[in-house]
């Protein structure tokens, strides 16, 4: 991803649209996207400050409040599949993907390997 513009730049644009001049010339005299001379002048007006939003973000894992089942149920039944896992939890109304359940296996360290030796 991109990195923003520094605030200073944004000052300096801003400020020199607030003084009337043309968002196309400020664009221009400081080598910018037109459009990023309107975000940040509206951002502005609105905010009263140039400086961005947060960029990027945490998503929540939507498995987390389900850690103690999913631990009960890969030690009630130790032969269960990701697959099966996933269905079960999609009948409790938890609809992830198969991955989201690997990754959260592997995450909280409840691996399991399924291998004609250990059956």
């Given at each position: 991803?991109?990195?923003?513009?520094?605030?200073?730049?944004?000052?300096?644009?801003?400020?020199?649209?607030?003084?009337?001049?043309?968002?196309?010339?400020?664009?221009?005299?400081?080598?910018?996207?037109?459009?990023?001379?309107?975000?940040?002048?509206?951002?502005?007006?609105?905010?009263?400050?140039?400086?961005?939003?947060?960029?990027?973000?945490?998503?929540?894992?939507?498995?987390?409040?389900?850690?103690?089942?999913?631990?009960?149920?890969m030690k009630q039944t130790p032969h269960l599949t990701l697959h099966g896992l996933k269905d079960e939890l999609?009948?409790?109304?938890?609809?992830?993907?198969?991955?989201?359940?690997?990754?959260?296996l592997r995450r909280e360290g409840l691996r399991f390997k399924k291998n004609a030796v250990r059956s």
């Amino acid at each position: 991803m991109v990195r923003p513009y520094s605030n200073d730049l944004r000052e300096r644009a801003v400020a020199a649209v607030m003084k009337g001049q043309a968002t196309r010339a400020v664009a221009e005299q400081f080598g910018v996207a037109v459009s990023s001379v309107v975000k940040w002048s509206q951002r502005y007006r609105q905010t009263g400050s140039v400086t961005p939003g947060k960029m990027g973000g945490h998503r929540p894992r939507v498995l987390e409040p389900h850690r103690a089942f999913i631990a009960e149920r890969m030690k009630q039944t130790p032969h269960l599949t990701l697959h099966g896992l996933k269905d079960e939890l999609a009948v409790r109304g938890v609809n992830v993907s198969h991955n989201a359940v690997w990754e959260f296996l592997r995450r909280e360290g409840l691996r399991f390997k399924k291998n004609a030796v250990r059956s």
